[in-house]
C-alpha cells in the first residue's frame, strides 16, 4: 500500500521569515502559522468524523498495520533503509 507525506519544515529556511535588515519578520511568521492552521481546519472539516456524522469519509481512515503489518526498523531509515527489527502481518 503506497503511502505519503508532507514535511513542511524541510522546504522552508530561517531566511524565509527575515525582513530586509535580517531579523525575524512577524508578519511572515504569522502568515506561514495561519496557513497550517487553515489546512488543519480544512482536513479536519474533510475527514474528522465528529465533523462529518460521527462517519469517517472513503480515503479518510488509516488503520496502522492493517496490509502488509508494520515494519519496524533502526538505524538510517530514508528510503527503506535501515535494519529490519520486526515485520509483522497484516489483518
Known amino acids: 500500500m503506497p503511502s505519503s507525506h508532507l514535511t513542511i519544515g524541510r522546504f522552508i529556511r530561517s531566511v524565509d521569515f ?10 511572515r511568521i504569522s502568515r506561514l502559522i495561519a496557513k497550517i492552521e487553515e489546512i488543519n481546519d ?18 479518510g481512515e488509516w488503520v496502522v498495520g492493517e496490509g502488509k503489518g508494520l515494519d519496524c526498523r533502526m538505524g538510517t531509515l530514508w528510503y527503506g533503509n535501515g535494519d529490519m527489527v520486526h515485520i509483522g502481518k497484516g489483518f
Request: hydrophobic content about 20%; overall charge negative; proline content about 4%.
Open 18 to 27: 527575515e525582513d530586509d535588515k535580517g531579523a525575524n519578520d512577524a508578519k
Open 42 to 59: 480544512w482536513l479536519q472539516k474533510e475527514y474528522w468524523p465528529e465533523y462529518n456524522d460521527g462517519k469517517i469519509k472513503d480515503g
